[in-house]
């Protein structure tokens, strides 16, 4: 399967603990988003990449939330000293830069903070 | 601020019956509408509307975005118990405008479909 794929699926951490996601984007896609969603509602932009570069990250997301994708094809999502407000469904998704832009997701990781 | 509604936030209906969803938006240097998806998991693509007026079909499903008055509409027709599902609403701005490429979603409708 060439889709997006994240890992892992699901995670459970207590509050403070540090939480690592990944991403892997459709191969031929150089840009790669991250977004979170929650029980109820649309899912919420993070932050995103083209290639290994970082040309958006919202302000609504903390300093303790940080991104990376350093050869320009995986991503992980970082957070540090996770919260309960942290628990959620974080959601990849990747499209290319030509042509029609539009973004496939990912199955998601859901964090649980305890 | 970049603003996506969608109503009804729910709706229940019987299958073979046609349902309309609705989206409004306002943000800055619009450049596509996008329908997705949703089955307890991630949003699966379903349109992408850049031009006013031209209907995108897909089976029973069909779009169309009216770029003066700012707002698409998902058609579902004869639906299907299998259509049960959230359907959400993006929208993404053009090149000269902060954020460009990402994402903003309405807070979607939740389609019932008994049988």
């Known amino acids: 399967d060439t889709g997006v794929s994240q890992d892992p699926r699901h995670k459970i951490t207590k509050r403070g603990q540090n939480v690592t996601f990944r991403c892997d984007p459709i191969s031929e896609h150089n840009r790669l988003y991250w977004y979170r969603q929650t029980l109820g509602q649309g899912p919420e932009f993070l932050t995103y990449f083209q290639n290994e570069a970082q040309l958006e990250k919202s302000r609504l997301l903390s300093d303790r939330f940080s991104a990376e994708r350093p050869k320009g094809s995986f991503s992980t999502l970082e957070i540090q000293r996770t919260e309960q407000g942290d628990s959620a469904m974080y959601l990849c998704?990747?499209?290319?830069?030509?042509?029609?832009?539009?973004?496939?997701f990912g199955p998601g990781t859901r964090l649980t903070v305890t | 601020e970049d603003k996506v509604v969608q109503s009804p936030l729910s709706l229940v209906v019987h299958e073979g019956d046609t349902v309309t969803l609705n989206c409004s938006y306002e943000?800055?240097?619009?450049?596509?509408l996008l329908w997705y998806k949703q089955e307890k998991k991630a949003p699966t693509f379903l349109f992408m509307l850049t031009s006013s007026g031209i209907e995108k079909k897909s089976g029973r499903l069909s779009s169309i975005l009216d770029k003066k008055e700012l707002f698409s509409i998902l058609n579902i027709t004869a639906t299907q118990t299998g259509d049960s599902a959230v359907y959400l609403c993006a929208v993404t701005i053009g090149p000269g405008g902060t954020s460009y490429g990402k994402l903003t979603f309405g807070q979607g409708t939740i389609l019932t479909v008994h049988p």
């Open positions: 943000v800055t240097n619009f450049r596509s």
């Open positions: 998704a990747s499209s290319n830069d030509r042509g029609s832009y539009e973004q496939y």
